[in-house]
T-cell receptor, first 114, second 114 residues
Framework: AQSVTQLGSHVSVSEGALVLLRCNYSSSVPPYLFWYVQYPNQGLQLLLKYTTGATLVKGINGFEAEFKKSETSFHLTKPSAHMSDAAEYFCAVTRSSNTGKLIFGQGTTLQVKP | DAGVTQSPTHLIKTRGQQVTLRCSPKSGHDTVSWYQQALGQGPQFIFQYYEEEERQRGNFPDRFSGHQFPNYSSELNVNALLLGDSALYLC?????????????FGPGTRLTVT
């Protein structure tokens, strides 16, 4: 079975500091991996995805993530946090052979302090 | 280009009642997936519809059922509501089975069961 673990339910950074949100996955087959962001009272917006090819993927709003198979990780980073980055972030996985069912982590709340 | 829309935005029901939630997919999309997001949790996959048929189902009881119409819109029905069914219900649409992993989410319907 597939699963996702997001380390740290709450992360707090200062504006301008590095953002690092951790995600580890479990999958017996090659995974497709995703990061979504959810602002209060809104749905989920796709930040970036990894399917095949380059392991460093760039997304919207300056975010990027690196797929590390040996570490079963897909951590999300942004060099400089902005106040507007404060939100809930979800890592998700699906099987490359079964691409319709996304398995989500519990989420990480990012707080950005001025 | 309209994104995924859901109705209603909020809904309050009593235990034992039945509820129907509606979703219109993004233009050009033909696959609809439904997720349940309990407070403080990540979304959980309920089921997916493609070509008017349920193609995949998550670990939800038969009280949860759905339908997809010829115009690709979809309904989620929940019978015999329980307090534990209180959650944000998210609809996601995608294009075709090969790209079912690239899901665009609607804003959700907040269901409260009292």
């Amino acid at each position: 079975a597939q699963s996702v673990t997001q380390l740290g339910s709450h992360v707090s950074v200062s504006e301008g500091a590095l953002v690092l949100l951790r995600c580890n996955y479990s999958s017996s087959v090659p995974p497709y991996l995703f990061w979504y962001v959810q602002y209060p009272n809104q749905g989920l917006q796709l930040l970036l995805k990894y399917t095949t090819g380059a392991t460093l993927v760039k997304g919207i709003n300056g975010f990027e993530a690196e797929f590390k198979k040996s570490e079963t990780s897909f951590h999300l980073t942004k060099p400089s946090a902005h106040m507007s980055d404060a939100a809930e972030y979800f890592c998700a996985v699906t099987r490359s052979s079964n691409t319709g069912k996304l398995i989500f982590g519990q989420g990480t709340t990012l707080q950005v302090k001025p | 280009d309209a994104g995924v829309t859901q109705s209603p935005t909020h809904l309050i029901k009593t235990r034992g009642q039945q509820v129907t939630l509606r979703c219109s997919p993004k233009s050009g999309h033909d696959t609809v997936s439904w997720y349940q997001q309990a407070l403080g949790q990540g979304p959980q996959f309920i089921f997916q519809y493609y070509e008017e048929e349920e193609r995949q189902r998550g670990n939800f009881p038969d009280r949860f059922s759905g339908h997809q119409f010829p115009n690709y819109s979809s309904e989620l029905n929940v019978n015999a509501l329980l307090l534990g069914d209180s959650a944000l219900y998210l609809c996601a649409s995608s294009r075709g089975r090969a790209q079912a992993y690239e899901q665009y989410f609607g804003p959700g319907t907040r269901l409260t069961v009292t």
